[in-house]
């Protein structure tokens, strides 16, 4: 088995659970990559004994040849794996070292079931649909696609902005707003949730649309199909503005024309049998857990 460890970064206290992970690796004699940076950092050719492992920077040092690329950390870990392991479709497994792991889903505590379900191929691969983003000017270099979402925003302090929005080129609506979210079902449960917008099933085939702030009452999300292209004009006081997808963003002008669609590959996610998307969503928002039940 081949596997590849990627981190932005643990806390050095959590080292011990890192440790915990390749020893566990090594009982199978695992061929093991790890991101170089978490090489040096935590100085892990000794860590192991004689087990070598094997540094990598890119993808294209994987050859395509992993069975699994592993996040260590939390969800924000877990998106920057998503722009590493592009449309190689190797699939990722998230280690939840974060706070809530709507994606990274497995705890540090099941390291040896994990890893036995790794070897067993006793796994479920759930494959989870990304967004695209066409604009008139190049950003966000060769990873313009994002599994949770993509937003507009005005800058800092600035006043709100509108944002004219299209469906398949048909106007859809004006928004007075601080911004917009298109989000996946995957990123539903992220920023789209907390703006008020509706949660999706994985495999609804949609977008949901979002306003951020908006300056009126009668505005609500509204879910579309991800086969529709959204394309946007923004007006505003300020000559900039904000676009983010995921956890990255660029300082753009406000004259950018902007389309998002469904991206044309999925990303392939490893989900052990009992961890249910249902499951997930009972354990992270905490339902069911009334005194009353």
Known sequence: MKVAIYSRGVDIDQQQSLNALLLELNRYDTTIYVYADLIT?????????????IPFTSISELNNQVDCLISVGGDGTVLDAVTIVGDTHIPIL????????????????????????LVNRSYVIDKRSLLHLDADLPIFGTAPYALNEFAIHKR?????????????????????????IVATPTGST???????GPILFPDSASFVITP?????????SIVVPDSSVI????EGRTEELICAMDARKEIVPKSIQ??????????HFIRLNENSYLTTLRTKLTWGLDKRN
């Open 190 to 196: 992220g920023y789209n949730m907390s703006c008020n």
């Open 231 to 234: 394309s946007f004009e923004v």
């Open 156 to 180: 800092d302090t600035s006043p709100m902005i509108k944002i004219h929005t299209y469906l398949n080129g048909e106007f859809l609506n004006s928004y007075w707003a601080d911004g917009i």
């Open 94 to 117: 998230g280690i939840n070292y974060g706070r809530l792991g709507f994606l990274a889903t497995i705890s540090k505590d099941e390291l040896s079931i994990m890893v036995e379900a």
């Open 41 to 53: 950092k935590f100085n892990l050719k000794s860590a192991i004994g004689k087990q070598a492992l």
């Open 258 to 267: 902007l389309a998002i669609k469904k991206e044309n590959f999925l990303v």
């Open 212 to 220: 951020v702030a908006p300056h009126n009452l009668n505005v609500r």
